[in-house]
């Protein structure tokens, strides 16, 4: 498997806490892996050591055959896109300021800029007409696309997606992980995807890699894990999912 991440020994504490035991796990290209699992489980965790908001207490990441590290790691988050989950916006710039920020930062001609977000308009469906608006004028499903967009500006390789729809209601979220499936298809992305729903897991995932207590429980298909279920609890955990019409 051609791998864009790969991590190799990672583990991290916070204080007393272990919130990751050593993990081997590798990303790959023009796929989108779900992290899926309870609360307090490892999978923002993990999100936060690839693009270093957190260091790893022992262990190496390496992004596209290079060891993340805190000197080469400016660089190479602008080769990586990052969603949260409220979207991250700053509410005293405009949709277009957000989108548009780091393309800014590094300068670029203002031509190449606005064909860009004309792009990503095009893309994430949002209505340019709302470009000049300010994030709490907007919907939270507008709000989200902003986000995506601002993290797609520079055309990552990488794109890590945090709980991105945990907050929007059901007709708004459905139609977001419509738009998401078609976006990474049609730039044949590499997506990392956090969430706690295996129903939206199995819609958007090539491969799903369910945790819990810092530790991989399973990765695979959600028919490997329904069919081939690893431990009782990847078992206890299909079961609860109640609402999940694939299964």
Same mark, same amino acid.
């Given at each position: 498997?051609?791998?864009?991440?790969?991590?190799?020994?990672?583990?991290?504490?916070?204080?007393?806490?272990?919130?990751?035991?050593?993990?081997?796990?590798? /990303?790959?290209?023009?796929?989108?892996?779900?992290?899926?699992?309870?609360?307090?489980?490892?999978?923002?965790?993990?999100?936060?050591?690839?693009?270093?908001?957190?260091?790893?207490?022992?262990?190496?990441?390496?992004?596209?055959?290079?060891?993340?590290?805190? @000197?080469?790691?400016? $660089?190479?988050?602008?080769?990586?896109?990052?969603?949260?989950?409220?979207?991250?916006? /700053?509410?005293?710039?405009?949709?277009?300021?957000?989108?548009?920020?780091?393309?800014?930062?590094? +300068?670029?001609?203002?031509?190449?800029? $606005?064909?860009?977000?004309? @792009?990503?308009?095009?893309?994430?469906?949002?209505?340019?007409?709302?470009?000049?608006? /300010?994030?709490?004028?907007?919907?939270?499903?507008?709000?989200?696309?902003?986000?995506?967009?601002?993290?797609?500006?520079?055309?990552? @390789?990488?794109?890590?997606?945090?709980?991105?729809?945990?907050?929007?209601?059901?007709?708004? +979220?459905?139609?977001?992980?419509?738009?998401?499936? @078609?976006?990474?298809?049609?730039?044949?992305?590499?997506?990392?995807?956090?969430?706690?729903?295996?129903? $939206?897991?199995?819609?958007?995932?090539?491969?799903?890699?369910?945790?819990?207590?810092?530790?991989? $429980?399973?990765?695979?298909?959600?028919?490997?894990?329904?069919?081939?279920?690893?431990?009782? /609890?990847?078992?206890?955990?299909?079961?609860?999912?109640?609402?999940?019409?694939?299964?």
């Amino acid at each position: 498997m051609d791998s864009l991440v790969q991590l190799t020994g990672v583990s991290k504490t916070y204080g007393s806490a272990l919130a990751l035991h050593p993990t081997d796990l590798n /990303f790959a290209r023009g796929k989108t892996t779900v992290l899926i699992g309870p609360s307090g489980c490892g999978k923002s965790t993990l999100l936060r050591l690839i693009i270093r908001l957190l260091d790893p207490d022992a262990g190496s990441i390496r992004f596209d055959g290079a060891t993340i590290t805190s @000197e080469n790691i400016p $660089e190479l988050r602008r080769r990586i896109g990052y969603v949260i989950q409220d979207g991250g916006l /700053f509410p005293h710039l405009t949709a277009r300021k957000n989108v548009l920020l780091m393309a800014s930062h590094l +300068r670029w001609p203002l031509p190449k800029m $606005e064909t860009r977000l004309a @792009e990503l308009c095009a893309l994430t469906r949002f209505p340019e007409s709302a470009l000049d608006r /300010f994030p709490l004028e907007l919907s939270g499903g507008q709000r989200q696309r902003i986000s995506l967009m601002r993290a797609l500006m520079l055309s990552p @390789e990488l794109l890590l997606l945090d709980e991105p729809l945990g907050a929007l209601d059901p007709l708004v +979220r459905a139609a977001l992980q419509k738009d998401l499936k @078609e976006i990474f298809a049609r730039l044949k992305q590499t997506a990392i995807l956090v969430t706690h729903d295996l129903a $939206e897991a199995a819609y958007l995932g090539d491969e799903i890699v369910l945790m819990n207590e810092g530790r991989v $429980e399973q990765r695979g298909t959600v028919d490997d894990l329904r069919m081939k279920p690893a431990s009782s /609890f990847v078992t206890d955990f299909i079961n609860a999912q109640r609402g999940l019409a694939l299964i």
